[in-house]
């Protein structure tokens, strides 16, 4: 099968997906707002050192970018698997380790049954060094649209960067911020057909 027509049919499954999604009742983006206050009220922000809270507050967008980044192309890695390779993509297309350690991150989360958990699928549980490995072993099902394995690595490699900053109380630089925005704007028009 040619690339151009590989391409095509993913377009327009991708495109079918969306209208059956809409005719299934899917609520809108903006059916996801949530009142702030309210959250506020319930982690008890008000009675912490302003000063911690302001930092981390600007923080919060940083981790809604990584967040809504890595949970994207978890999406995209176990869409463009299961339509290339079938149901057990993850048996075929992941590696021992990368599956072993998933998976045991998983069973420990489901030990601890008093706290909600990440999910019930192991890609959930599937660190970013890992799906950008999952994404170069795989690469032919990804060439269509991705540049090459190795710009993906490299996007992977920041992204994670100012994740663990963030993910351990750091704050980042505007300039750092400002890298971060300029791959996830690259990524989502490599992406983004």
């Given at each position: ?33 949530y009142d702030q206050q309210k959250v506020r009220d319930l982690l008890g922000i008000d009675v912490l050192d302003i000063e911690y809270v302001a930092a981390a507050e600007k923080m919060s967008f940083v981790y809604t970018t990584v ?127």
């Amino acid at each position: 099968m040619r690339s151009d027509s590989r391409l095509y049919d993913f377009v327009y499954r991708a495109q079918l997906t969306e209208e059956a999604l809409d005719r299934a009742g899917r609520q809108s983006r903006a059916s996801f707002a949530y009142d702030q206050q309210k959250v506020r009220d319930l982690l008890g922000i008000d009675v912490l050192d302003i000063e911690y809270v302001a930092a981390a507050e600007k923080m919060s967008f940083v981790y809604t970018t990584v967040a809504a980044f890595e949970n994207s192309v978890r999406e995209l890695i176990k869409r463009t698997l299961l339509e290339a390779v079938g149901e057990d993509w993850w048996e075929k297309c992941v590696s021992n380790a990368t599956r072993t350690a998933a998976e045991n991150r998983m069973k420990e989360e489901q030990k601890i049954r008093w706290h909600v958990q990440r999910g019930d699928d192991p890609i959930k549980f599937t660190m970013l060094p890992n799906l950008a490995n999952i994404i170069a072993q795989n690469f032919d099902h990804f060439e269509a649209y991705l540049h090459n394995a190795e710009w993906v690595k490299s996007i992977f490699e920041t992204v994670e960067r100012s994740r663990n900053v963030i993910m351990h109380s750091g704050t980042l630089s505007d300039r750092d911020m400002a890298r971060l925005g300029s791959l996830i704007r690259d990524w989502n028009s490599q992406v983004s057909i």
